[in-house]
């Protein structure tokens, strides 16, 4: 992992996107102490250690997730361009 894109700290919004769970869900996880958090002022904070136990393996960081996402819009925009151009060729 590059070090660059490597975060120790996590807001509830973030943890939720890495999680792919909504917001709520986060929320309600952390409420219930299934997921450990820090507080600091009126921000809730979740460490990348804490968001690895509860996972059981380490979630891919932010930057990771960015590419993957342009990575798959790129893939569809190929499979789109190629089904119409085959009813092009009809």
């Known amino acids: 992992m590059n070090s660059s894109n490597f975060r120790g700290l996590y807001t509830v919004v973030e943890a939720a996107q890495l999680l792919g ?3 709520s ?7 219930r102490g ?4 820090i507080r ?3 921000k809730v904070l979740i460490t990348r ?4 136990a509860f996972l059981g393996f380490t979630p891919p960081t932010p930057a ?4 993957r996402q342009s990575r798959t ?10 089904a ?4 092009l060729l009809e």
């Open 49 to 52: 250690s804490t968001l690895e």
């Open 34 to 37: 299934e997921v450990a958090s």
């Open 84 to 87: 119409s151009q085959l009813s």
């Open 21 to 23: 769970v909504g917001r």
């Open 73 to 82: 819009t790129l893939d569809r925009r190929r499979v789109e361009s190629g």
């Open 25 to 31: 869900t986060m929320y309600e996880l952390v409420h």
């Open 40 to 42: 600091l002022g009126r």
């Open 64 to 67: 990771e997730l960015a590419e």
